[in-house]
């Protein structure tokens, strides 16, 4: 008898669906790695929704049509921005900066986690100055959180 309640349970388990629904969010760090302290730094993240499929077209051999959407429509003006440090100064390097940024980073991920997310992935590039006329430079980080869909 217990034998054919337990593979009754299982049984049923079976037939039930589910579906681990997840929602993700991406924050994103813009760290200046220009010369002299110019440029600017920022922790970002989008308060306001997009969906994808709303700027999506797809291109075939038959249907070739250009994407019509336009780019105010794809504009997030609804975000938090939390001002940074940039990794030069005057003076070259600036270590203090960098942890500094650390510290404002480190509370951003640990307010996210006791909201429930949990950093699931982290990404970084950079472009850096390429020589003497560039002057151009970011290290861009993105921070990639996951909860249970509420």
């Known amino acids: 008898m217990k034998k054919i309640l337990i593979a009754l349970s299982f ?8 579906n681990a629904q997840v929602e993700y969010k991406v924050i994103t760090s813009v ?3 220009v010369p002299s302290g110019m440029g600017r ?3 970002i993240s989008a308060n306001a929704e997009r969906d994808y499929e709303d700027f999506t077209s797809e291109q075939t051999e038959e249907d070739n049509t250009r994407n019509k ?11 938090e921005e939390t001002k940074l440090l940039n990794f030069y100064n005057i003076a070259g390097i ?3 900066n960098i942890v500094s940024n650390d510290a404002i980073i ?12 949990e950093l699931a992935f982290v990404t970084s590039a950079v472009e850096s100055d390429s020589g003497k ?9 993105r921070y990639i959180f996951k909860r249970p869909k509420k």
Request: net charge negative; glycine share 8%.
């Open 11 to 18: 049984s049923l388990f079976a037939f039930l669906e589910f």
């Open 94 to 96: 600036r270590f203090q």
């Open 31 to 33: 760290e200046s790695i």
């Open 133 to 141: 006329d560039d002057g151009q430079g970011i290290f861009i980080t």
């Open 106 to 117: 480190s509370s951003k991920i640990n307010t996210m986690t006791e909201e429930g997310w």
């Open 41 to 43: 730094s920022r922790l």
């Open 69 to 79: 959407s336009k780019r105010g429509d794809i504009r997030v003006k609804d975000f």
